[in-house]
Nanobody, 123 residues
């Protein structure tokens, strides 16, 4: 069982930066691939970024590539999402998710989810 708690969301102006954190419980965090997803009002949850268990592999949605960076610290059981050059269209609830041994961009393949953190970008 893995419990995930996101933090770091907030209200910022376009062009600003935020860093989201996702703290995981459990002793097997390093065996999980970790993903960030987001969901805007009235839209489906969409993939943002994923990192494999070791941190050696990352992959991003085209909409955030070059602006967002996913990273992890297995010693701290934490995954991060550094978001730079934020745009109003980045406004959404951001969720982290864990997938045992995986490296997927698909929502349905993840085993555990956090409660989400709101990111609002004003123009």
């Amino acid at each position: 069982q893995v419990q995930l708690v996101e933090s770091g969301g907030g209200l910022v102006q376009a062009g600003a930066s935020l860093r989201l954190s996702c703290a995981a419980s459990g002793r097997t965090f390093s065996s999980y691939g970790m993903g960030w997803f987001r969901q805007a009002p009235g839209k489906e949850r969409e993939f943002v970024a994923v990192i494999n268990w070791s941190g050696a592999r990352t992959y991003y949605a085209d909409s955030v590539k070059g602006r967002f960076t996913i990273s992890r610290d297995n010693a701290k059981n934490t995954v991060y999402l550094q978001m730079n050059s934020l745009k109003p269209e980045d406004t959404a609830v951001y969720y982290c998710a864990a997938q045992r041994g995986g490296y997927s961009t698909y929502v349905r393949t993840y085993d555990y989810w956090g409660q989400g953190t709101q990111v609002t970008v004003s123009s």
